[in-house]
């Protein structure tokens, strides 16, 4: 009941597109519509594109209906529709059906993963790697497991590029206290929305080949690139090209979700992983393991079929596919350079160009008068000034004390995924709070 001085909270804090008003894709809605009331097949109102889809899919389920279990793994037609988009993105690489896991989003898959790759105790433990600034799910993967987190540091001040020196400095320091045995990389980066270039990734390739590490490569951003001059290559793909030394043995699982990219489809909780040279008996284990939540949600398995097998030129609902989806991209790139300029126009605030993803991570500049303030309130300084700007404004982001920053540099993460409109309107009360918590505190 007390007034605030805003009229509503702008939950900028999540990727959580059609929340913040993107529009559902057509054709991904039709075939799940068609899968789950199959009455609908009859219907003139849907393409005929999207009942062979739907009726492909459909029979691949136990009795013809999205309410039956699957194969642990996943739907079996799907599993290969993920493999030939794998090999279509990666230029012919081959992809065999039977490495694909289809996942409750990503993150059951990263979670996964992390549990059979876990083990040993004392300084034993299995170490795992991740970037900070991080997402999260990893932290807290590794802390409910029990494992070791490994931290290397993205380099800022060049675009939040990964370094190897900064990897072997990491894993030197790490085997003190534990066995470092995982390396992650998120790319598009999340937070930090850098797009890693070929020569960083085959260089990562080397370090992980060399030091024996299993590598996990979070790509659940890899249709959000948006800088000039910039490209998603998969790690699958380069691993690939660097020859079978390596290709033959490098362990690597790859993510991808229905949650990101153009579809922005979250709450269908739909992802699969690509697991590469596995032993076969450890592969074992991992399809027990995932036999224990009996198989992911079919609704989204039937959504990450149509990210990996879309209309194609000379399908009737191809004109519209295209028009969507380009317009949604389009959009988020205008967005990220819009969000870019506004928050490097403001004083005590820097922001890296955002190649990908769909988030900013800007630094900003904290008086010493506030950081003492947040000591007195027993609160990290950015997360008393994610608070402060809540409290004021109504806008909701995260501290970068969340995901992990360098000693000394605070942050915060926001989405670009609002309205054009809105995020003009968002970044200039962002600016104007900004001003106004510098001239108290400064």
């Known amino acids: ?33 068609l899968c789950t009331y199959p009455n609908l097949l009859d219907s003139p109102s849907f393409p005929e594109d999207a009942k062979k889809r739907a009726r492909r899919i459909l029979q691949g389920c136990g009795g ?19 493999a030939l988009y794998i090999e279509r993105r990666d230029g012919g690489v081959p992809a065999d059906p039977d490495n694909i896991y289809l996942t409750t989003g990503a993150s059951d898959g990263i979670s996964a993963i992390l549990k059979i790759l876990i083990s040993g105790g004392g300084k ?47 894993l030197n320091e790490a085997k003190s206290y534990c066995n470092p045995k995982v390396l992650c990389i998120i790319n598009p980066g999340n937070p930090t929305g850098q797009v890693q270039n070929r020569k960083c990734i085959e260089d990562v390739i080397h370090f992980a080949w060399e030091e024996k590490l299993f590598l996990l490569a979070d ?11 910039c490209q998603f290559h998969s790690f699958k793909k380069i691993l690939y090209e660097m020859g079978p030394e390596y290709y033959n043995n490098v362990e690597l699982a790859s993510f991808h979700s229905t949650s990101k990219g153009y579809m ?40 990450m079929d149509i990210v ?3 209309p194609v030129p000379g399908e009737e609902s191809y004109a519209q596919f295209i028009k969507e989806k380009e317009s949604v991209l389009n959009n988020l790139a205008k967005k990220a350079k819009l969000t870019e300029d506004m928050f490097n126009k403001i004083p005590g605030v820097h922001c890296n160009p955002l ?31 994610c608070m402060k700007l809540l409290e004021e ?50």
Not at 130 to 159: F, G, K, M, R
Request: glycine share 8%.
């Open 1 to 33: 009941g007390i007034k605030k001085p805003f009229t509503e909270v702008i939950k900028a804090n999540i990727g959580d597109a059609h929340a913040m008003g993107q529009r559902p894709i057509t054709f991904l809605r039709q075939v799940v519509a």
């Open 64 to 82: 013809n209906s999205l309410g039956s279990y699957t194969a642990s793994q996943g739907i079996n037609c799907i599993r290969e529709d993920v």
């Open 124 to 170: 034993s433990r299995t170490g795992v790697m991740i970037p900070i600034p991080q997402y999260p799910l990893y932290s807290a993967a590794i802390s409910e497991l029990d494992a070791i987190q490994v931290n290397y540091y993205l380099d800022e001040e060049n675009c939040w590029a990964l370094n190897v020196n900064e990897l072997r400095r990491a």
């Open 219 to 229: 790509e659940v951003y890899q249709d959000n690139v948006y800088s000039e001059g």
């Open 264 to 303: 922005g489809e979250c709450g269908y909780r739909g992802g699969y992983m690509e697991v590469i040279n596995l032993h076969p008996e450890i592969k074992g284990q991992l399809v027990k393991l995932l036999s224990v939540r009996l198989c992911p949600p079919v609704s989204g398995q039937a959504a």
């Open 308 to 310: 990996v097998n879309p």
């Open 355 to 385: 190649q990908g993803a769909m988030y900013a991570f800007p630094r900003i500049f904290i008086p010493s008068k506030a950081i003492e303030e947040a000591k007195a309130h027993k609160m990290a300084p950015d997360m008393f000034y």
């Open 393 to 442: 404004t109504g806008i909701c982001v995260v501290p970068g004390s969340g995901f992990g920053q360098r000693e000394g540099t605070y942050h915060f993460r926001i989405t670009i995924l609002p309205p054009v409109e809105k995020l003009k309107i968002l970044l200039e009360k962002v600016k104007d709070f900004h001003i106004k918590f510098l001239e108290k505190y400064a």
